[in-house]
Nanobody
Framework: QLHLVESGGGLVQPGGSLRLSCATT????????IGWFRQAPGKEREGVSC????????KYVNSVKGRFTISRDNAKNMVYLQMNSLKPDDTGVYYC????????????????????????WGQGTQVTVSS
């Protein structure tokens, strides 16, 4: 059973920080890429960030570059999303998901624009950025 559980969400003022955690069980974390996705009220879910199985590659949606950092500790079966300088537009339910590395031209990458590539999802954690 592939199981992922997010934690660390909450209410924070604009400019504040949160650290989201994704705890994984049921599989060898080092064999999977992990993506972070979010869904704001009334909007479709969007990819925020992803990291390949052995941290060879990371990517971020333009709106969070320079503010968010994705990392992983495979020995602890944990993935993190550090979120700094939070804005109201960052509000939403944040999900972590597991999928395969994407390997074009023999280089490991990951993608966030094809949710169907991620086969296991957590239930989400709420992030609210408001004064």
């Amino acid at each position: 059973q592939l199981h992922l559980v997010e934690s660390g969400g909450g209410l924070v003022q604009p400019g504040g920080s949160l650290r989201l955690s994704c705890a994984t069980t049921g599989f060898s974390l080092e064999t999977f890429a992990i993506g972070w996705f979010r869904q704001a009220p009334g909007k479709e879910r969007e990819g925020v960030s992803c990291i390949t199985s052995r941290s060879e590659f990371t990517k971020y949606v333009n709106s969070v570059k320079g503010r968010f950092t994705i990392s992983r500790d495979n020995a602890k079966n944990m993935v993190y999303l550090q979120m700094n300088s939070l804005k109201p537009d960052d509000t939403g339910v944040y999900y972590c998901a597991a999928g395969p590395d994407y390997v074009p031209n023999d280089r490991s990458t990951c993608v966030t624009d094809r949710e169907g590539l991620y086969g296991a999802w957590g239930q989400g954690t709420q992030v609210t950025v408001s004064s």
